[in-house]
């Protein structure tokens, strides 16, 4: 069992910049990938971010490359997401999560232990 807890979000202007945090309590941290994932008000929840064990391998989604960075330490068993030029559209409750498969990391079905979710809105 691993335990996910988000923090970071809350109220920012478009173009500002917010630092989500994800600290994970349980089995061993450097087994897992880890992403991020976001779901609007009626919309779907959709991938953002996700970075491999090691760091090495990270993927992005579209709408999010050159504005947000995922990163993790590995030490602290934290993984974070730096949010620059935020815009409207940005605005969701964010969750953490935790693959132990390693596959399909930009896809929920990928992940097995999820975060309660940490909101973030972008006003303009």
């Known amino acids: 069992q691993v335990q996910l807890v988000e923090s970071g979000g809350g109220l920012v202007q478009a173009g500002g910049s917010l630092r989500l945090s994800c600290a994970a309590a349980g089995h061993t941290f450097t087994r897992y990938a880890m992403g991020w994932f976001r779901q609007a008000p009626g919309k779907e929840r959709e991938f953002v971010a996700s970075i491999t064990p090691s760091g090495g391998i990270i993927y992005y989604a579209d709408s999010v490359k050159g504005r947000f960075t995922i990163s993790r330490d590995n030490a602290k068993n934290t993984v974070y997401l730096q949010m620059n030029s935020l815009k409207p559209e940005d605005t969701a409750i964010y969750y953490c999560?935790?693959?132990?498969?390693?596959?399909?990391?930009?896809?929920?079905?990928?992940?097995?232990?999820w975060g309660q979710g940490t909101q973030v809105t972008v006003s303009s």
């Open positions: 999560a935790a693959s132990s498969a390693l596959i399909q990391l930009d896809r929920r079905i990928g992940y097995n232990y």
